[in-house]
T-cell receptor, first 118, second 116 residues
Framework: AQKITQTQPGMFVQEKEAVTLDCTYD???????LFWYKQPSSGEMIFLIY??????QNATEGRYSLNFQKARKSANLVISASQLGDSAMYFC???????????????FGSGTRLSIRP | GAVVSQHPSRVICKSGTSVKIECRSL??????MFWYRQFPKQSLMLMAT?????????EQGVEKDKFLINHASLTLSTLTVTSAHPEDSSFYIC????????????FGSGTQLSVL
């Protein structure tokens, strides 16, 4: 069963506009973490933001914020004031189990290709 | 941030040969490293979890005799693709976690394997 779902295979956004990338997840583990990574065409994976399942407030990192709706099991990424350099693949990921556990692992969604129009 | 070095970045080999990919954590000790495989325009698929000093845990459907993982030290994990075939051609990327207190995964730059 799909544990991380990204329903938007591709998105086009005008420069300077805000954009929301959707992510829903499925887990029965009360302890989990949610990540967003950016992958430009070079292939490197760039960490953007992290939200723990017990965190009370939504995570923010500069222009990135994570809209964490625990009851809906969604963790959407919001990019404010998009820039041309934001064009890339964006992956939502989930860690199941406690981070310090050797059994914990991170699985990724199918990704959303974001293209910023000048 | 922490640096994970992955080599080689690109390798082309003949069918039937073995290829070794190295993943090093340069400025931290990585108790756990993960190996992912990514096909063009697709997501990262977890292949195995590698804990220092113990056998790797492979995901369902991943042949452990085909993809040998060794994590002999806290700074080095290797993935060896044995008797490579064209269907093994893919982008392989490693990642490492520092441990408790830092929830980020640090990724290597990836290895593009092409088997002729």
């Amino acid at each position: 069963a799909q544990k991380i779902t990204q329903t938007q295979p591709g998105m086009f956004v005008q420069e300077k506009e805000a954009v929301t990338l959707d992510c829903t997840y499925d887990t029965s583990d009360p302890s989990y973490g949610l990540f967003w990574y950016k992958q430009p065409s070079s292939g490197e994976m760039i960490f953007l933001i992290y939200q723990g399942s017990y965190d009370q407030q939504n995570a923010t990192e500069g222009r990135y914020s994570l809209n964490f709706q625990k009851a809906r099991k969604s963790a959407n990424l919001v990019i404010s004031a998009s820039q041309l350099g934001d064009s890339a693949m964006y992956f939502c990921a989930m860690r199941e189990g406690r981070w310090y556990s050797s059994a914990s692992k991170i699985i990724f969604g199918s990704g959303t290709r974001l293209s910023i129009r000048p | 941030g922490a640096v994970v070095s992955q080599h080689p970045s690109r390798v082309i080999c003949k069918s039937g040969t073995s290829v070794k990919i190295e993943c090093r954590s340069l400025d931290f000790q990585a108790t756990t490293m993960f190996w992912y495989r990514q096909f063009p325009k697709q997501s990262l698929m977890l292949m195995a979890t590698s804990n220092e000093g113990s056998k790797a845990t492979y995901e369902q459907g991943v042949e452990k005799d085909k993809f040998l993982i060794n994590h002999a030290s806290l700074t080095l994990s290797t993935l060896t693709v044995t008797s490579a075939h064209p269907e093994d051609s893919s982008f392989y990327i490693c990642s490492a976690k520092i441990g408790q207190g830092d929830e980020k995964l640090f990724f290597g730059s990836g290895t593009q394997l092409s088997v002729l």
